[in-house]
C-alpha cells in the first residue's frame, strides 16, 4: 500500500543519485537486458508488489566483497531473488542468478550499480493447495501454469518494457519541470543543444598549433644565407590556404 514518495525515499535511502540498475535474463524470444537510472528506480520496486507479491529478500551464498579507491563490489554468483505471491495464487517464487553491487565507499554507503543476471527460476506450490483441489482438475490445471517468467511479473515486465521509451525521455522530462516548457519547447531546445555539441569542431588546438610553428619559423631565420634558405623553405607553406584547412562556418 506504499505510495510513490514512500518508494522515492526508499530508493534515496539505499541508492546513489546516479545509480543504475540492470536486469538480464533470456526470455522465449531471446535475451533481454535492461538498464534503468535512478529516476525510475523505485517505480521499478513498486510494480514486483502490484503484480501480487506480498514479501521480496536476497539470499546471498559465498558472495566475494573487493574494495576499491571509493567504491566496494559484492559480487554473488549464488544469489536467490525470494518472492512470496498471495495472487494470482499462493507460490513461492525463488529467482537463482548472479547479482553483482558497487557501493560507494562512504559514510552513506549507498548502491552506484545494481546488475542481476537471471539463470533459472522455480515455481513452488504448497502441497496442502494441491490437495484442497485435487477433486477439481480445472482448478489442477491452473495451479501448475507459470505465474511468472523467469521469475518476473508481467507487470514488472511491461515496465521494463516500457523504460525503454522512460530512459531517454529522462532529459525532456528534466527540462519540462525545471522551466515548465511544454512537450515540443522541449524538444526543440534539447534537440538544438545536442546539435551544438556535434557541430562544434575543436578549432582551438589547430589553431595553437599554427602559431607555435610560425614563432618557431621566424626566430630561426638569421643572416643572409639563412634568410634565402627560410624563403625557399617557407614559398611552400605560403601557398596553402588556411581557410582550406579551417571550415568556415555559412
Same mark, same amino acid.
Given at each position: ?72 563490489? $559484492? ?63 480445472? $482448478? ?34 528534466? =527540462? ?35 602559431? =607555435? ?38
Amino acid at each position: 500500500d506504499s505510495d510513490n514518495l514512500w518508494w522515492d525515499a526508499f530508493t534515496t535511502e539505499f541508492f546513489e543519485d546516479d545509480a543504475t540498475l540492470t536486469l538480464s535474463f533470456c526470455l522465449e524470444d531471446g535475451p533481454k537486458r535492461y538498464t534503468i537510472g535512478r529516476t525510475l528506480i523505485p517505480r521499478y520496486f513498486s510494480t514486483v508488489f502490484e503484480g501480487g507479491v506480498t514479501d521480496l529478500y536476497y539470499i546471498l551464498k559465498h558472495s566475494k566483497e573487493s574494495y576499491h579507491n571509493s567504491s566496494i563490489t $559484492v559480487d554473488c554468483d549464488q544469489c536467490t531473488m525470494v518472492t512470496q505471491h498471495g495472487k494470482p495464487m499462493f507460490t513461492k517464487v525463488c529467482t537463482e542468478g548472479r547479482l553483482i553491487l558497487e557501493f560507494t565507499f562512504d559514510d552513506l554507503m549507498r548502491i552506484k550499480t545494481w546488475h542481476f543476471t537471471i539463470r533459472q527460476y522455480r515455481e513452488l506450490v504448497p502441497r496442502s493447495i494441491l490437495a484442497m483441489h485435487a477433486p477439481d482438475p480445472q $482448478v489442477l490445471e491452473q495451479l501448475s501454469k507459470n505465474i511468472t517468467r523467469m521469475g518476473l511479473t508481467n507487470f514488472t515486465l511491461n515496465y521494463l518494457r516500457l523504460c525503454v521509451i522512460l530512459e531517454p525521455m529522462q532529459e525532456l522530462m528534466s =527540462r519540462h519541470k525545471t522551466y515548465n516548457l511544454g512537450p515540443r519547447d522541449c524538444l526543440k531546445t534539447c534537440l538544438f543543444q545536442k546539435w551544438q555539441r556535434m557541430v562544434a569542431p575543436p578549432e582551438p588546438t589547430r589553431q595553437i598549433t599554427t602559431k =607555435r610553428r610560425k614563432r618557431k619559423n621566424s626566430t630561426s631565420s638569421t643572416g643572409n644565407n639563412t634568410n634565402s634558405t627560410y624563403t625557399k623553405k617557407k614559398s611552400p607553406a605560403a601557398s596553402l590556404n588556411l581557410s582550406s584547412q579551417v571550415p568556415v562556418p555559412t
